[in-house]
């Protein structure tokens, strides 16, 4: 016999036993055929696939005191993490916390953790999450080797640009903090002796406003590493009336020079033409424009020429860096 149709509310999505049983379907229809059932008291015509899609159906089966968490939450959220923690995440366990006062999660596909009392929490796609400062704190508590300082700071710029977002404060150019930045400040200065707390604190120090991508961030720490002068993180550039001109990626201010992260979307020709015409109105104010690549952060030939030229550019003995 073909299962009784579903009212229209719980076919939308995943639902719990409590609720189909609040719209009056009998007790064994949420066992019939056409049903999966992804976690204890979540059921759903559709087995869930991504990341998200889990994370909404173990929701729907969880007590109302949890919130998703570390790798999870960070990817809710929209947190880039290591390449390895994004391939693993769809398939690994969902990262999930409670009160301290309920114990651990323990239910299968879950990775549980307790202290939720101490977090603050956000809404993604429905679901209760902790925020993105909190996130960014559980992310230096993960077993060590999982994380480097470097992934904290692009996380962490990627957080600040998100609360600083979420606030609708205008962070001024060549600013070093801003909402967000004080936002991590706080749920790091919250913790009492974190796993990780010199790493995170290492990591802070590097987190900055005004990021758009992991490897603006990654191309910054490169220089930075190398002792070059720290830039403004997309400096805004006026030409002598005061006009908009640009906003450049990595901007040494005093010495004119502008170093400009190319990813994927840049191939694009329109895109492409736009950046072209950036680059002459750039370079007709005085300055030095050098595109970079990833090759130039993550290869060790086409890393020590980039560096190499950008100390010739800003001026800097190359004798006083440590170019490698």
């Excluded at 603006?216 to 001109?245: C, H, I, K, Q, Y």
């Excluded at 072209?276 to 007709?284: N, S």
């Excluded at 060790?300 to 170019?323: C, G, K, N, Q, Y």
């Amino acid at each position: 016999m073909r299962p009784r149709p579903l009212p229209d509310e719980l076919a939308s999505g995943p639902f719990s036993t409590v609720r189909a049983r609040e719209l009056g379907l009998p007790a064994m229809r949420v066992y019939r055929s056409d049903l999966v059932h992804p976690t204890h008291g979540a059921h759903s015509l559709t087995e869930p696939v991504t990341l998200a899609e889990r994370a909404v159906a173990y929701a729907a089966g969880m007590p109302s005191a949890r919130a998703f968490s570390h790798v999870t939450a960070a990817l809710l959220l929209g947190l880039p993490l290591p390449m390895r923690l994004e391939a693993e995440a769809p398939s690994a366990g969902l990262h999930v916390m409670a009160p301290t006062s309920d114990g651990w999660v323990e239910r299968a596909g879950c990775v549980g953790h307790r202290g939720l009392e101490s977090r603050r929490t956000t809404t993604v796609q429905g679901i209760a999450v902790v925020s993105a400062a909190d996130t960014w704190c559980d992310l230096g508590e993960l077993r060590r080797g999982t994380v480097d300082v470097d992934d904290l700071v692009v996380a962490g710029d990627a957080a600040v640009a998100l609360i600083d977002a979420r606030s609708g404060v205008r962070v001024r150019s060549g600013s070093v903090t801003s909402p967000g930045v004080r936002a991590l400040h706080e749920a790091l200065h919250s913790r009492v002796r974190p796993r990780g707390k010199v790493m995170l604190a290492e990591a802070l120090r590097l987190v900055r406003p005004r990021v758009a991508s992991p490897m603006e961030t990654r191309s910054r720490l490169m220089f930075v590493r190398a002792g070059f002068p720290e830039p403004e993180v997309n400096g805004v550039v006026v030409d002598e009336a005061g006009e908009f001109v640009a906003e450049a990626d990595l901007l040494w201010r005093s010495r004119r020079v502008v170093a400009e992260y190319q990813g994927a979307p840049h191939a694009e020709i329109r895109r492409r033409s736009g950046d072209e015409v950036r680059r002459r109105r750039l370079e007709a104010l005085g300055h030095t424009v050098r595109e970079i690549f990833s090759e130039d952060v993550h290869r060790t030939p086409r890393r020590v020429e980039t560096l190499l030229f950008m100390a010739r550019a800003l001026d800097v003995d190359p004798a006083t860096l440590l170019i490698a």
